[in-house]
T-cell receptor, first 114, second 115 residues
Framework: QKEVEQNSGPLSVPEGAIASLNCTYS??????FFWYRQYSGKSPELIMF??SNGDKEDGRFTAQLNKASQYVSLLIRDSQPSDSATYLC??????????????WGLGTSLAVNP | GAVVSQHPSWVICKSGTSVKIECRSL??????MFWYRQFPKQSLMLMAT?????????EQGVEKDKFLINHASLTLSTLTVTSAHPEDSSFYIC???????????FGEGSWLTVV
């Protein structure tokens, strides 16, 4: 069973701190990884995706991918209360085919305290 | 980013009736759309994968005769919950795959309450 695993949290950080969210995956063939944010009662929204080893930065967000260790992380710098949400990690398995069905982690709940 | 529109955003219906939810990709063509269900405080549950012009592929445990999916065009997929019951009350979310980067974008979701 191909899986994407995340710590459910809640992860609590003070405002202005760096929030670090981690995700591990079981399918070595997965090539790309997605981070989504979901506010309570809302649908997920894409934050960023990464497919190369190393870091990818977009504003306050940095995604880090280590294919050898099979983990992907999301760093949020200068965390704000508005960042409080559930963060979902997802990856298409190597055999996803044209459908590109994603395997989802259960999400990590982040709380940024003022 | 790409826009996926879902309608209605919320609906209340009587037990035994059917409800249709539409999912449209507004600025891209989506050969594949996905339908999810999410109960409060639970994770996304994939219900089915919908390909334009062909029958949907349902996940194990999802009744295809109860949750009818039609993907009539490259920009529209519909989910019809037939003979709805209170236990079908949930948050239904669609997503569509963009050809650019094969990224998946979500609709706003539809809250269904069956009374």
């Amino acid at each position: 069973q191909k899986e994407v695993e995340q710590n459910s949290g809640p992860l609590s950080v003070p405002e202005g701190a760096i929030a670090s969210l981690n995700c591990t995956y079981s399918d070595r063939g997965s090539q790309s990884f997605f981070w989504y944010r979901q506010y309570s009662g809302k649908s997920p929204e894409l934050i960023m995706f990464i497919y190369s080893n190393g870091d990818k930065e977009d504003g306050r967000f940095t995604a880090q991918l280590n294919k050898a260790s099979q983990y992907v992380s999301l760093l949020i710098r200068d965390s704000q209360p508005s960042d409080s949400a559930t963060y979902l990690c997802a990856a298409p398995p190597d055999d996803a085919g044209n459908n590109r069905k994603l395997i989802w982690g259960l999400g990590t709940s982040l709380a940024v305290n003022p | 980013g790409a826009v996926v529109s879902q309608h209605p955003s919320w609906v209340i219906c009587k037990s035994g009736t059917s409800v249709k939810i539409e999912c449209r990709s507004l600025d891209f063509q989506a050969t594949t759309m996905f339908w999810y269900r999410q109960f409060p405080k639970q994770s996304l549950m994939l219900m089915a994968t919908s390909n334009e012009g062909s029958k949907a592929t349902y996940e194990q445990g999802v009744e295809k005769d109860k949750f009818l999916i039609n993907h009539a065009s490259l920009t529209l997929s519909t989910l019809t919950v037939t003979s709805a019951h209170p236990e079908d009350s949930s948050f239904y979310i669609c997503s569509a795959r963009s050809g650019v980067g094969n990224t998946i974008y979500f609709g706003e979701g539809s809250w269904l309450t069956v009374v």
